[in-house]
């Protein structure tokens, strides 16, 4: 017995170090190459490669100016961004989704400066290919991030990850500008779809996953995968008048403990990449944060990668945040705070920042030193993405791009994020011979299913959507031919803002009166950046009113809701009978919805975010205890109208024997949670166990609790699953004022589910 654990043991070491090992060779191998490629490197090669243009900028266009379809590369333009102003990478997508063949041999052009030698260096192309490869026709298309999160499921999100990776090999790109670990915490923002939802933890581990799953295990990126780039770091998506890159305002406290976290977690894992913040935090622009970028970032991190900027953002330091005074003073502001690559990316723009930055060097604004970082880290970066490999000899491996397959795993995906918030008396699921009303504005909108970053940019145009995929209504109709469907109301856009217009009442009462139920679509058009500012966080009001006048035809009505956020809905929600949350499921919800609803499939999402229920009271589930006095003192002031986590089941779940392996521990041990969860209905069904810890006393107002720990199990009808959670005193510290995390002795709340336990920490 002793001897097999000593030969265990030994080749584990044995291993371990192999591949530490390993690694160590690689990583020295990859500096030698970077160093010889960099002695031969002029100056103007060496900006060249911290320049990033956007494919607009080499497309050819008419006498107009405006791209000619089908896009074409203009080779006397592409000649030039390669040879003279030597650009390391280009980005983007012209105005529209291109073909799998397309985008191979865009990319077969723009790698043969590298392969001719006519360029030393060859180009990184990036895109964001942020809920599947979504500038691919015919590519799988994912839940966007906020469903992704709804699941709760680490296996999906990386699952997720990969065929999104696979998926941008076959089209021939290497990066891609994903994950967004910015945290959902204000709901006016455009891109809050684009998150993980409110929680650090939760997006913490997910990104972790997804991280995975694009860049693969390997130290060198293989052909199945891609190079992530992080986003936005950081503070982006807390601006505090809710409109796209505007001022966030964030005490430290937040920063270390809420915003910070998913992005150190990422760059653990191996993230190679991170784009900066477009907007500014506590007065200064994400891109002119030396603290940030170099100091916590590089420096006290370690991430070896680089930085890229967001769009134009360089210039926008004097343009728009006013602190320089010129564009070269913004190259020389973003340079020095550690900006490594600048998506530049239009052009005659990315002429004059190569012009600038070659002044500037000479004027000795910017430190020779700081472009050798630069393009060092972009180098590397090259090298773990395989560019240099003669890439006709590298299959890129795509085979299963767009195949039922994949197309299953992306319905899976939505299965396990739609959530279901409310079921009157068990009304759902559905029995087979229901009739059924359809109606309401994204009842029959695929466009509204995918949300933005679709084929296009803002995702509304309906010429490029995929063939093949199903609206709500197309996928009822496959289910029960017999469903009636009434428009309702229409979303639109009016002077570039959301609205929504009544179209027919009348022919919903009537329609109500020949069938048994009302399913009603209702949520959002799609809109990200600054074109999807929002002026209201409520649902809009005819919707709101289309609803009313479903209620009041006294049938029965289920809620779908298509949204990237949650927008407020109180006035409604009494008189519905079910309501589900799709978020924005893509081309595969509206199939994976209809087996919910028929009962075909168990509902098993829970809520990534409180679920406000007055647009005037956005408060978050680890709020401090204050926001829970109410004017009264009578009732907890802290009312969403849905919490963090929640999310029912067609079956029930009992939680019971919550045991801790020490009641009491000192700084240094950890401590295993184990409770019993038993699946007490009918059905088979998936449940999170979702793992909360609450500081009782602290020299800082503690949150009222914090996810530490959540997993997702599946449980036959009469199972019982014992869940076990291991916590450590890290996981017991907090943020104090100034953003350092301690810990303090006393007691702390364990619970998981209905039932809690103390615990105490010991000095
Ligand atoms: C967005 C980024 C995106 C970039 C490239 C910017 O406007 O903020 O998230 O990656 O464009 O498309």
């Not at 405006?66 to 980005?91: C, H, M």
């Amino acid at each position: 017995m002793c001897k097999s654990i000593f030969i265990v043991c030994c080749i584990l070491y044995f291993s371990v170090g192999y591949t530490q090992l390993k690694q160590i060779e690689f990583e020295k191998t990859i500096e030698e190459k970077i160093s010889l490629l960099m002695a031969n490197m002029s100056l103007e090669e060496k900006i060249g490669q911290t320049c990033q243009i956007t494919l607009d900028a080499v497309l050819k266009t008419d006498a107009n100016g405006t791209v000619v379809e089908p896009v074409q590369l203009d080779a006397s333009k592409l000649n030039e961004a390669l040879t003279k102003y030597r650009v390391g990478s280009i980005l983007n997508v012209s105005s529209h989704t291109l073909t799998i063949s397309e985008w191979k041999s865009m990319h077969q052009a723009i790698h043969k400066y590298y392969q001719e030698k006519f360029i030393k260096i060859p180009i990184l192309y990036g895109i964001d290919a942020i809920h599947g490869v979504n500038y691919t026709q015919g590519a799988t298309l994912f839940p966007h991030e906020i469903g992704l999160a709804a699941t709760w499921n680490r296996e999906t999100l990386k699952k997720t990850a990969s065929i999104t990776a696979s998926e941008m090999r076959a089209s021939g790109i290497r990066w891609n500008f994903s994950p967004v670990l910015d945290l959902g915490r204000q709901p006016l923002w455009s891109r809050y779809f684009e998150t993980l939802g409110e929680d650090p933890y939760l997006t913490s581990e997910l990104g972790k996953q997804i991280i995975l799953g694009y860049q693969g295990t390997q130290s060198k990126i293989d052909n199945t995968h891609v190079v992530s780039c992080l986003k936005h770091f950081v503070g982006y998506s807390m601006p505090q008048s809710g409109r796209d890159r505007t001022p966030a305002w964030i005490p430290e406290k937040y920063m270390s403990e809420l915003f910070l976290p998913p992005f150190k977690a990422a760059i653990e894992a191996g993230a190679l990449t991170v784009m900066v913040n477009s907007g500014s935090v506590n007065g200064t622009p994400g891109h002119a944060n030396y603290k940030l970028l170099t100091k916590l970032l590089k420096q006290d991190w370690g991430f070896k990668g680089f930085v890229v900027s967001d769009w134009e953002d360089f210039s926008l330091l004097s343009s728009v945040h006013q602190t320089a005074g010129s564009y070269k003073e913004g190259i020389v502001q973003a340079i020095q705070a550690g900006v490594d690559m600048s998506m530049v990316p239009t052009s005659p723009l990315y002429k004059d920042y190569c012009t600038l930055f070659n002044d500037a060097i000479k004027e000795k604004l910017i430190d020779s030193s700081r472009l050798e970082d630069a393009v060092r880290r972009i180098l590397r970066v090259k090298l773990y993405a395989g560019l240099f490999d003669n890439l006709n000899q590298t299959k890129e491996k795509g085979d299963l791009f767009g195949t039922s397959t994949f197309k299953k795993e992306a319905e899976n995906t939505v299965l396990e994020s739609i959530t279901l918030l409310k079921n009157k008396n068990n009304i759902l699921p559905l029995k087979p011979n229901t009739k059924v009303l359809l109606t309401g504005p994204t009842a029959n909108s695929l466009n509204a299913l995918n949300g933005a970053w679709t084929h296009t940019w803002q995702g509304v145009d309906t010429l490029y959507n995929t063939k093949d995929a199903l609206t709500l209504l197309e996928a009822f109709k496959l289910k029960n031919a017999s469903v009636s469907y009434v428009k309702g109301a229409m979303n639109e856009y009016i002077e570039g803002w959301e609205s929504c217009k009544i179209i027919d009442t009348i022919a919903l009462k009537e329609q109500a009166a020949k069938n048994d139920v009302i399913v009603i679509c209702l949520g959002e058009l799609p809109g990200t950046e600054k074109p999807g500012d929002i002026r209201a966080l409520d649902l809009p009001e005819a919707q709101l009113q289309l609803a009313k006048c479903a209620i009041n035809t006294g049938k029965p009505v289920i809620l779908l809701l298509i949204e990237g956020r949650p927008r407020t809905l109180h006035p409604i929600v009494e008189g519905m009978d079910a309501i589900i949350q799709l978020y924005l499921p893509g081309d595969y919800g509206a199939q994976a919805c209809v087996k919910i609803l028929y009962g075909d499939e168990n509902p098993c999402g829970k809520l990534p975010y409180t679920y406000p229920k007055y647009s005037g009271i956005i408060e978050h589930y680890d709020h401090p205890k204050s926001i829970e006095k109410s004017k009264s003192n009578q009732w907890n002031g802290f009312d969403p109208e849905w919490e963090f986590g929640h999310g029912l089941s067609y079956t029930s779940f009992n939680y019971s024997n919550l045991m801790v392996s020490k009641e009491q521990f000192k700084e240094l041990d950890s401590i295993r949670i184990t409770v019993d969860i038993t699946n007490t209905g009918l059905r088979v069904g998936k449940e999170v166990a979702q793992l909360y810890v609450s500081d009782l006393q602290a020299q800082v107002t503690p949150a009222v609790k914090q996810l530490k720990g959540f997993d997702k199990i599946e449980l036959q009808p009469g199972q019982t699953k014992k869940v076990s959670f291991i916590l450590s005193n890290k996981d017991l510290k907090y943020a104090n004022q100034s953003g350092e995390f301690v810990n303090e002795p006393g007691f702390f709340r364990i619970q998981i589910g209905p039932v809690s336990k103390l615990i105490e920490l010991i000095k």
